[in-house]
């Protein structure tokens, strides 16, 4: 497909606006349908676009592979970060009222988008690191 005019410019356009409603799914969540595993398939989504049109090698000069396991890894710890959290302000695990002293609500709020951004860097990463691996065996052959 990297040889397909159309297709090259249809995806470059595409890109950007596929990361930016990702990113409004994950910070709407809150408020309205969405949230992190929406947001992150979605996010995962533009980056394969990109891969498929442009290439394996080219996807992976522009997201390298290390930055994907380190993504994996950020989002668990940062979704296992909060649950420890509300275990040391004497709560318990993901209890997020216990985040804010001053009002419980805040605390829930301050919890669920933690939480859901922990699920979509995560998710997000995995999406990708998959299409890595299946994209990869192609040129193993």
């Known amino acids: ?12 356009s595409l890109f950007p606006i596929i990361l930016l409603f ?19 398939v979605i ?10 049109v ?7 000069r522009a997201l390298p592979p290390r930055w994907v396991e380190i993504g994996t890894a950020t989002g668990i710890l940062l979704y296992g970060g909060v ?3 509300s275990l040391f302000r004497h709560g318990n695990f993901l209890a997020y009222a216990v985040l804010d002293h001053h009002s419980t609500v805040h605390g829930l709020h301050r919890g669920i988008f933690w939480i859901e951004l922990g699920v979509g860097i995560t998710v997000a990463s995995v999406m990708v690191a998959i299409f890595y691996a299946f994209a990869g065996r192609a040129n193993q052959r």
């Open 1 to 12: 497909m990297r040889e397909n005019l159309i297709l090259r410019v249809v995806a470059k």
């Open 22 to 40: 990702a990113l409004y799914v994950q910070f709407h969540g809150d408020f309205g349908p969405g949230g992190g595993f929406q947001a992150g």
């Open 43 to 52: 996010f995962s989504a533009g980056w394969i676009l990109y891969g498929l």
């Open 54 to 60: 442009f290439g394996l090698a080219d996807l992976q």
């Open 83 to 85: 649950g420890l959290v």
